[in-house]
């Protein structure tokens, strides 16, 4: 590949959040003991909310009872929460293969469409032996595993999950906390985090950029913001103003930490 300049940038994914920008409020706060994560990302007129379940288990008690979302006011601490939403819950079936049949372009709501509602049998142990048991439950946790990395990548798989939900009744001065708890009574603490003012997020640092074999290969070190983002970008420049995105889907690294 002939060139005379070439600039790289990586645009990430907030890890959770399910949508693209250069700019997030986070700041996760998780009290006693919780089966859930939450994070909060502030886009000036709404907060989008992002959770999941932390095991399978869990998921699978998620998408039976649903989630109740509470927002506190914190210009006076001693408010109390709100409930927004008394229960949340993913999409139906139907619902997921009516939502595809008019937009044919989210073609990712597939996966939760399977994780959620077919080949449930594979999972059942019922009447196993030993070797099956071990092979279900492993099949289980994938599912679990799938949903999430995929609700990670796609804000309509986290919809269609029941994992996302936006908060569009904000007043954008006011600072909100947030929490979200499994709707059942005698379920363990939800968790809360609040949503903060605009800050800039730490860009991914690229080592190196350099041909080969008429390819351009480029090297950035995940590890160092592993706890913050999933999935990159990536996009290039001939001039270091005018970017082009060349990625169709947000990249991620299925196997190591490494660079």
Do not use: C
């Not at 079936?93 to 939502?99: A, D």
Request: hydrophobic residues 40%; charged residues 30%; proline residues 3%.
């Amino acid at each position: 590949m002939k060139f005379r300049f070439l600039s790289i940038v990586l645009l990430f994914s907030m890890h959770l959040a399910g949508q693209d920008s250069t700019t997030v409020m986070k700041d996760t706060v998780i009290i006693g003991e919780s089966d859930v994560a939450l994070e909060t990302k502030h886009y000036g007129e709404k907060v989008v909310l992002r959770w999941a379940p932390k095991n399978a288990e869990w998921w699978l008690y998620g998408m039976l009872n649903g989630y109740r979302i509470a927002r506190k006011d914190m210009s006076d601490v001693r408010n109390n929460y709100e409930v927004l939403v008394d229960t949340l819950r993913p999409w139906s079936e139907e619902e997921i293969i009516n939502w595809y049949s008019t937009h044919p372009e989210d073609e990712e709501v597939a996966l939760p469409l399977k994780t959620m509602y077919r080949d449930w049998q594979n999972t059942n142990y019922k009447g196993a032996n030993l070797a099956d048991l071990f092979e279900r439950s492993t099949y289980f946790s994938q599912r679990h595993n799938m949903t999430i990395l995929a609700a990670d990548m796609f804000p309509v798989v986290a919809d269609a999950s029941g994992l996302r939900w936006e908060d569009d009744s904000i007043e954008k001065d006011k600072l909100y906390a947030y929490r979200v708890t499994f709707n059942k009574s005698g379920a363990k603490p939800g968790a809360y985090s609040i949503a903060k003012k605009w800050q800039l997020l730490e860009k991914p640092i690229i080592f190196e950029a350099k041909e080969k074999e008429e390819r351009v290969v480029i090297t950035w070190d995940r590890s160092l913001h592993s706890q913050m983002y999933t999935a990159y970008h990536i996009e290039r420049s001939i001039d270091n103003v005018n970017f082009e995105r060349i990625t169709d889907r947000p990249y991620i690294q299925g196997i190591g930490d490494g660079l």
